[in-house]
């Protein structure tokens, strides 16, 4: 296997934080999102989305999407269980990272993509162009915020996002709001639920991805 | 089992569709989201983000968010499968379900909810109201009509959207496109693939949900 990566990409730290957690280790190689080598190189001929992380099987497949990933080496490598031991569990986890990237990940990413000038005319990942929306990153920010307030309450009832066992929705969680630094959103003081918490998955060594 | 449906809603037609597939008979409710029913009555007990589908299952659990929904049905359900009968298979069924709700379904919302007179600072679902973003309706269209290209090339290249076999990425996809017609798009008379597709896809019984 290998897997295409970049070191700033959010999308790419959740995958990097699932193999630490599953403890794999996989070849990987940088594709430089910061000079826009996916655009200009034969990076097309991996993902046709042109974006990263993507996982080259060893018969040739490759594999995108994030999630599709992470629930690919969940299967082959099922120890520890990091997607719900059981059908109920897992539909459970699978909600909650849903309800993690729709309302938090998407948040920050709408956000960043329309309102920092890197992006102008970048503002979809993918192929084709398209200019920023400054109504739509402030939207975005909006919405991370009202995204953070419904973590806190959720943490106040459950010690891990999906319940009480660490999880892939956790990782989708800790990816997003660390990267909100982008946007210069952070959890607030009055969240103790979420600064608990957010303690306690950055302290475990696949963090440091 | 009782799921939480409203007719007219794309993510329930998903839902509903996989049901019929299966081959299930689970009874169903109507949330009246036309009268806004989701934002005045209990429904947020149910589900706190407003959203349907939802299915409340024997135990009291609520599970919510629809692809989380039909993998859970899959597993209690195996026959037939509809994502996927191996770890492989499953990932790129996954991967095509992704791009597109992401490029297509995702599309298409933005652009009807961004666009339509009905959606007036209701531009995104949950409990928080937001703003139309009109230049945001358009950039939906946009992506649309590339989603419809890259569909085209790649039902040039599988008989369905995830290979050899139907799968959920069809439901996805035929749901999207279906749902399109109230942004007036459709697949074009030039998208010969697509259209043996969507007649194939929309002569099983399970379209007409």
Redesign the interface.
């Known amino acids: 296997m290998q897997l295409y990566d970049f070191k700033m990409a959010p999308n790419a730290r959740r995958v990097r934080v699932f193999i630490a957690e599953k403890g794999l280790d996989i070849p990987s190689v940088e594709v430089d999102l910061g000079s826009r080598a996916q655009l200009a190189g034969d990076y097309g001929k991996v993902n046709?989305?042109l974006e990263v992380p993507a996982l080259a099987?060893d018969?040739g497949?490759v594999?995108?999407?994030s999630?599709?990933?992470c629930?690919?080496l969940e299967?082959?490598y099922p120890d520890p269980p990091l997607c719900g031991r059981n059908?109920?569990e897992?539909?459970?986890v699978?909600?909650w990272d849903?309800?993690v990237e729709q309302?938090g990940f998407m948040a920050v990413s709408e956000a960043f993509r329309n309102g920092n000038a890197f992006f102008k005319d970048r503002?979809?990942t993918?192929p084709?162009d398209?200019a920023q929306?400054p109504?739509?990153a402030e939207?975005g920010k909006?919405?991370f915020a009202?995204f953070l307030g419904?973590m806190e309450q959720r943490l106040g009832e459950a010690e891990f996002v999906a319940g009480e066992r660490y999880s892939i929705a956790d990782m989708t969680a800790m990816v997003a709001i660390d990267f909100a630094r982008v946007i210069r959103a952070r959890i607030g003081d009055d969240q103790p639920n979420l600064q608990r918490w957010h303690a306690a998955v950055s302290g475990r060594p696949s963090a440091q991805v």
Chains 1, 2 share one sequence.
């Open positions: 046709p989305m099987l018969d497949t594999l995108t999407e999630t599709a990933i629930r690919y299967e082959v059908p109920l897992r539909a459970v699978m909600m849903r309800r309302h503002a979809v993918g084709m398209f929306i109504e739509l939207r909006q919405r009202n419904f």
